[in-house]
């Protein structure tokens, strides 16, 4: 069974820029979380989506957004990059979403580097 | 609001001997859940082992097992018989509302051989 995949796996952006990430959840698997991975400030939600409708946001601005589709593929979107949203970005996917089993299954990350 | 406080943040341990990690946690909720998470260099990050709160039995995972202490909000993880394999960083995590899990910052856990 292929695990979650994530890509680009790196990409370096300026100031200003958007990007676009993307992930795809084990097969079955209809929960797709974001976090956000920094030195600093470790590991931090961002959001959930669960059957293509966003079940739990954390404290990001709006610049930070995402969606899920269908086959339960999700992607996020950061607009008007700044020099602080480098970072690992992990996708995680599960079978019920952040349900008190809790077991999520990350992916490799995507590095994304503002200069 | 949910959290999750790992104060060490790297600890370093010689091949087979036994390492203990720490963490605790602040919450509101009943009933949630405790995990320890394993992130090895360059690698997905991936569950390690998993307590349920309403649980007084300690959770073991073959060479890992957790000391949880409900009241005094503590889910420690101990790695018996520590193998080079085990250098990576850990996450204790909890659930909390609207089963959002929260993270610690992590630890940076070296084997030594």
């Known amino acids: 069974k292929a695990g979650v995949t994530q890509t680009p796996r790196y990409l370096i952006k300026t100031r200003g820029q958007q990007v676009t990430l993307s992930c795809s959840p084990i097969?079955?698997?209809?929960?797709v979380s974001w976090y956000q991975q920094t030195p600093g400030q470790g590991l931090q939600f961002l959001f959930e989506?669960?059957?293509?409708?966003?079940?739990n946001k954390g404290n990001f601005p709006g610049r930070f957004s995402g969606r899920q589709f269908s086959n339960s593929r999700s992607e996020m979107n950061v607009s008007t990059l700044e020099l602080g949203d480098s970072a690992l970005y992990l996708c995680?996917?599960?079978?019920?979403?952040?349900?008190?089993?809790?077991?999520?299954?990350f992916g490799e990350g995507s590095r994304l580097t503002v200069l | 609001a949910q959290t999750v406080t790992q104060s060490q943040p790297e600890m370093s341990v010689q091949e087979a001997e036994t390492v203990t990690l720490s963490c605790t946690y602040d919450?509101?909720?009943?009933?949630?859940?405790l995990f320890w998470y394993k992130q090895p260099p360059s690698r997905q990050m991936i569950l390690v082992i998993r307590?349920?709160?309403?649980?007084?039995q300690n959770a073991t995972e073959n060479r890992f097992s957790v000391n949880f202490q409900k009241a005094a909000k503590s889910f420690s993880l101990k790695i018996s018989d520590s193998q080079l394999g085990d250098t990576a960083m850990y996450f204790c995590?909890?659930?909390?509302?609207?089963?959002?899990?929260?993270f610690g910052k992590g630890i940076t856990l070296s084997v030594r051989p």
């Open positions: 307590q349920e709160a309403y649980k007084q």
């Open positions: 995590a909890s659930t909390g509302a609207n089963s959002k899990l929260t």
């Open positions: 995680a996917s599960s079978l019920l979403g952040h349900s008190n089993t809790g077991e999520l299954f």
């Open positions: 097969s079955g698997h209809r929960s």
């Open positions: 919450t509101s909720e009943n009933n949630y859940y």
């Open positions: 989506y669960f059957s293509e409708t966003q079940r």
